[in-house]
């Protein structure tokens, strides 16, 4: 198993967050971002993809 960004995957499916959603929001494909997943994301890249997922926690807790 890859373990690179298992972070970003776990606090995703913690949120209840799919990798499309997170997609829409950086503007690209999912097969995309799971291909960048595969590699090394620098640390802006990953606070980024952090961001997002707070911000789709917080949106899917309004529709509640």
């Not at 776990?10 to 799919?18: G, L, P, T, Y």
């Not at 494909?29 to 993809?49: D, M």
């Amino acid at each position: 198993m890859n373990n690179l960004n298992s972070d970003i995957r776990m606090r995703a499916f913690q949120n209840d967050i799919k990798m499309y959603e997170i997609a829409d929001k950086l503007k690209m494909h999912y097969v995309t971002l799971n291909s960048k997943l595969r590699k090394k994301l620098s640390t802006e890249e990953k606070e980024k993809i952090f961001d997002i997922i707070e911000e789709l926690k917080k949106e899917k807790q309004c529709r509640k």
